[in-house]
């Protein structure tokens, strides 16, 4: 066999180095992008939460951030409302164990619910809740939290080291005695590590009234920043083992640095544009019918039928979870017996509700609500509360409402009060789409057997 020179093999192996490598994939990378972003809904959102948690409020773990009056549009969560006095705090049991001492709820109402990060509840609290208004001990584990919980305590094992809980304080009505009630319990609340449990730490609250408070997803290359960091800080859990994998395409691994370069930088800003309008074309066709024949859609039961794991017959249902996360944060894991929402986003005639028309809800007497009733209103785009919005909600506490002779109110929607509606009237932003949810706390029997029934909302001719 006749041997090349060794010049000629030199230039040769030189030559086959220096073949550039097969570009990516670019549309394969875009789809395990999306498939990424809808996966990690959850999980991005409770980040979202968490980082307005820290440089919003200012507050850290252990703090407890509440607010003094009801929300306004500065509370840029998914789906509040702005008639509860809130109750916010994230947690990390990384260190270990953590104590939340919750009061008996006297002269109140205070109840809620705490979630891992994926925004699985875990514990509701409340009379509904496992303290069952009486007050207790509620002891967050972390995953890896072998000993058997002490005794005393409410045992509240977690799926993540980090978590957080949404809270509501209840007044029994708008005044101001009542209010300051309320506000009394919230003040009671303890959260400190189990090893302080001898010593209990002072807790150091945060009132959010007046400030910007912005939990919602931005959907671009930094929605998969947000999505690495959480891979990193939890356990992987079992059903997301082939999930974990597709992520190295895209960088994203455990323990790992992310830094994606110019190209995936493009392709994760694209991949994300598409998930936001695939989950806002999504919610409307989200929920279930509640009254024949009418508009009113109640919760998809994918949720609530799986303790909000989205986990029926080991398969993981991804989308139903997305669009969930994506409109709400906060499910309780007791549905329907503290608060029931049913949410609305077309007219009497099947069209989309827009900023640039103005609606009629007529309400009728005796809504079944032991507590109240509240209207809301949130931007289609982002499920929050309309920015810049003068008037977020229309609710049962209000005094200025004009109600009917007979119990029933009128009520309006619009950019624009009509004439003497003022009262009645609540805002939309002229040019843009939005929802609405009509919530029901304290929901009585004739909500549930549809004995009441609210009609749908009307567009004003």
Known sequence: MRRLPLIVLIVALAAGACQKKPAPDRAALTQTAIDAAMWGMPIV?????????FRDAGAQYGDIAYLSAPADWKLQLTTPNGSAY???????TKDGPLVLDVPPAAGAGLFGSML???QVPVADIGPQGEDQGKGGRYLLMPPDYAPDPPTGYIPVRLGTFNGYAAFRAIPQSSSSAAVSRALGLVQKLRLYPLAAADSVPETRFVDLSGKLFDGIVRFDASFYASLAHMIDEEPVLPRDTAMIAKLRTLGIEKGKQFEPDTLMQAVLNGAAKQVQSTLIAKIADD????????????PNPAGANTGFTFVNDGQLDVDARAVMYFLACAP???LGKATFYLSAYVDSAGQALGGDKTYHLHVPAKVPAAQFWALTICDRNTAAFIRES??????????AI????????DLYIGSQAPAGRQSNWVYTAPGGTWFTLFRFYGPQPALMDQTWQLPDIAEVP
Do not use: C, H, T
């Open 45 to 53: 959102s409770f980040d979202a939460m968490r980082q307005a948690f």
């Open 86 to 92: 809130y109750v916010y705090f994230n947690f990390n």
């Open 116 to 118: 891992d990060a994926w």
């Open 287 to 298: 929920g279930v019918e509640f009254w024949p024949g009418r508009r009113w859609k109640g």
């Open 332 to 334: 309780p894991k007791k």
């Open 390 to 399: 003068p008037k977020i909600e229309l609710n049962s506490y209000d005094r």
């Open 402 to 409: 004009r109600r009917n002779r007979d119990g029933s109110v």
